[in-house]
């Protein structure tokens, strides 16, 4: 099985979501079960139904989160290269059409989160970046058409 590359940060944060659906809301989940079941009428409990297919969702995520847990390889993003884009990096990018700066670091697919910065290395503007150094231009081509930017700095 392929290793996935992940962050130690985001590898803690699945194994907090991981115990958390096991120490908290299985449990919980449980007790629901067995609320909605003394209502009676199983076939007309709308709590019920809802409880088992929440339970359903529990134990699926349960389940992807060990498979996501058990196929990551951590990256030591604290000793990345700083003159090339690598995994882990920070980089900063500058439109080079309208001058806007942004701001991503470069995460395995299970962390990335454009609201926090965060791009996958497998996404179209995560693989344009991965090699490149400050200075070397990085295209794009996005549904809304060509995008250039120029790599600023390498954080």
Do not use: W
């Amino acid at each position: 099985m392929e290793r996935v590359p992940i962050t130690r940060e985001g590898y803690e944060s699945l194994k907090r979501e991981l115990e958390t659906l096991k120490s908290v809301e299985r449990p919980k989940n449980i007790k629901a079960i067995e609320e909605a079941r003394a209502h009676g009428d199983l076939s007309e409990n709308a709590e019920f139904d809802a409880a088992k297919d929440r339970q359903a969702f529990i134990e699926g995520r349960i389940s992807e989160l060990g498979f996501k847990l058990g196929n990551a390889e951590i990256i030591d993003t604290e000793s990345v290269s700083r003159d090339r884009a690598v995994f882990g990096c920070k980089v900063l990018l500058e439109n080079i059409d309208t001058g806007e700066e942004v701001r991503y670091q470069l995460v395995g697919p299970d962390e990335s989160d454009i609201e926090k910065g965060k791009i996958s290395v497998g996404s179209p503007l995560g693989k344009a970046i991965i090699g490149k150094s400050p200075g070397e231009e990085v295209v794009l081509n996005a549904p809304g058409g060509k995008r250039c930017y120029e790599i600023v700095d390498i954080l």
